[in-house]
T-cell receptor, first 110, second 115 residues
Framework: KNEVEQSPQNLTAQEGEFITINCSYSVGISALHWLQQHPGGGIVSLFMLSSGKKKHGRLIATINIQEKHSSLHITASHPRDSAVYICAVIDGGATNKLIFGTGTLLAVQP | GAVVSQHPSRVICKSGTSVKIECRSL??????MFWYRQFPKKSLMLMAT?????????EQGVEKDKFLINHASLTLSTLTVTSAHPEDSSFYIC???????????FGPGTRLTVL
């Protein structure tokens, strides 16, 4: 079993839909990243959070430390949101290593 | 925001040659950089942690002599794939630890193809 699990693995949505991607982890963490990887390969960090909720534009990320669960929401989805979304947790130990989920491939159709 | 660059973005080489990939933090100093490898449709796999001025820490199963890492300055880490073989073909991504140690900034990646 992976230390970081994401669901769903694949998601197809229609433009305008509200999208939720979930991340559950089983290790102690100091923080969690939501990353976006476009087909070209480059990775962008969307959020880094250790508690509560953050919002940036149409993106919202929440985390529940007690339940070891985080969600990424996209409101009013658009085809340009199509990408792989990766949840990565920062090891709560001294190394600050990132442990990655397997990613969610999102396709938003016009 | 903080920017990390990688060079080259894409390289094709013959089997047996060595390839050097550079990772630079452009607007901040990074004591620690990380090197990852990503196979198609797979998640990133940490290869090694690069610390400025000291030897890199390699993950289990990663050959130190195969993947040479040098972090000679606070803005530059290099990964050299020595005697490359087709199975080394992959997407290599670096990240740099920002001023806040729980933030990492990712490079755009380097696509290596070994013929």
């Amino acid at each position: 079993k992976n230390e970081v699990e994401q669901s769903p693995q694949n998601l197809t949505a229609q433009e305008g839909e509200f999208i939720t991607i979930n991340c559950s982890y089983s290790v102690g963490i100091s923080a969690l990243h939501w990353l976006q990887q476009h087909p070209g390969g480059g990775i962008v960090s969307l959020f880094m959070l250790s508690s509560g909720k953050k919002k940036h534009g149409r993106l919202i990320a929440t985390i529940n430390i007690q339940e070891k669960h985080s969600s990424l929401h996209i409101t009013a989805s658009h085809p340009r949101d199509s990408a792989v979304y990766i949840c990565a947790v920062i090891d709560g130990g001294a190394t600050n290593k990132l442990i990655f989920g397997t990613g969610t491939l999102l396709a938003v159709q016009p | 925001g903080a920017v990390v660059s990688q060079h080259p973005s894409r390289v094709i080489c013959k089997s047996g040659t060595s390839v050097k990939i550079e990772c630079r933090s452009l607007d901040f100093q990074a004591t620690t950089m990380f090197w990852y490898r990503q196979f198609p449709k797979k998640s990133l796999m940490l290869m090694a942690t690069s610390n400025e001025g000291s030897k890199a820490t390699y993950e289990q199963g990663v050959e130190k002599d195969k993947f040479l890492i040098n972090h000679a300055s606070l803005t530059l880490s290099t990964l050299t794939v020595t005697s490359a073989h087709p199975e080394d073909s992959s997407f290599y991504i670096c990240s740099a630890e920002g001023p806040s140690t729980d933030t990492q900034y990712f490079g755009p990646g380097t696509r290596l193809t070994v013929l």
